[in-house]
């Protein structure tokens, strides 16, 4: 009787998991969700789920703030990495986002802040860097994907290094 019962409490976690598990990688319906949650993963530090939205090809050309430029996935991979280790938080506010869309094309405009909290000995230091940014998506066997971006400052200011003294240079990845 006892090895019935949770045999049916597994089942039913397995049927109660599964639909959760579809949902969260389902691909996105629309450009602007697949923006939406580009941004939450970043925030999130999801490197797998960022990697999911974006276009892996090798010759793809992207830049960041403080002349960042990466080329391909696999720089824009190494520099998330560097970043996600060097906060201990994120947070990524959307202000303004406008999408367009052509057949299997899209491109965005948007504001948002990209706020920042390292560690500086015992406390977490916040930095709040105003963006805009700009990028092109395409569906690719029915999922939107991110090809390229560009960002920069919303108002002038200095910026200053993104990275902890300690680590090498990172970039910000939308």
Request: with cysteine.
């Given at each position: 009787?006892?090895?019935?019962?949770?045999?049916?409490?597994?089942?039913?976690?397995?049927?109660?998991?599964?639909?959760?598990?579809?949902?969260?990688?389902?691909?996105?319906?629309?450009?602007?969700?697949?923006?939406?949650?580009?941004?939450?993963?970043?925030?999130?530090?999801?490197?797998?789920?960022?990697?999911?939205?974006m276009a892996h090809d090798a010759d793809i050309i992207s830049y960041?703030?403080?002349?960042?430029?990466?080329?391909?996935?696999?720089?824009?991979?190494?520099?998330?990495?560097?970043?996600?280790?060097?906060?201990?938080?994120?947070?990524?506010?959307?202000?303004?986002?406008?999408?367009?869309?052509?057949?299997?094309?899209?491109?965005?405009?948007?504001?948002?802040?990209?706020?920042?909290?390292?560690?500086?000995?015992?406390?977490?230091?916040?930095?709040?860097?105003?963006?805009?940014?700009?990028?092109?998506?395409?569906?690719?066997?029915?999922?939107?994907?991110?090809?390229?971006?560009?960002?920069?400052?919303?108002s002038a200011q200095s910026g200053g290094s993104l990275a902890s003294?300690?680590?090498?240079?990172?970039?910000?990845?939308?």
């Amino acid at each position: 009787m006892i090895c019935r019962r949770r045999f049916a409490w597994y089942v039913l976690a397995l049927f109660i998991s599964v639909p959760t598990a579809a949902i969260a990688f389902e691909p996105s319906a629309d450009p602007e969700s697949a923006i939406r949650r580009m941004v939450r993963a970043n925030a999130e530090k999801d490197l797998p789920t960022l990697s999911r939205l974006m276009a892996h090809d090798a010759d793809i050309i992207s830049y960041a703030v403080a002349g960042r430029k990466y080329i391909g996935w696999t720089e824009l991979e190494k520099g998330m990495r560097e970043e996600f280790v060097n906060s201990q938080k994120l947070e990524i506010p959307i202000h303004e986002l406008t999408v367009w869309t052509k057949g299997d094309v899209a491109w965005y405009a948007m504001e948002l802040d990209y706020i920042r909290y390292v560690a500086v000995g015992s406390e977490l230091k916040r930095t709040v860097l105003p963006m805009r940014e700009t990028g092109v998506l395409e569906r690719r066997n029915g999922s939107w994907q991110l090809l390229s971006w560009h960002e920069s400052f919303r108002s002038a200011q200095s910026g200053g290094s993104l990275a902890s003294p300690s680590a090498a240079p990172s970039g910000r990845a939308p």
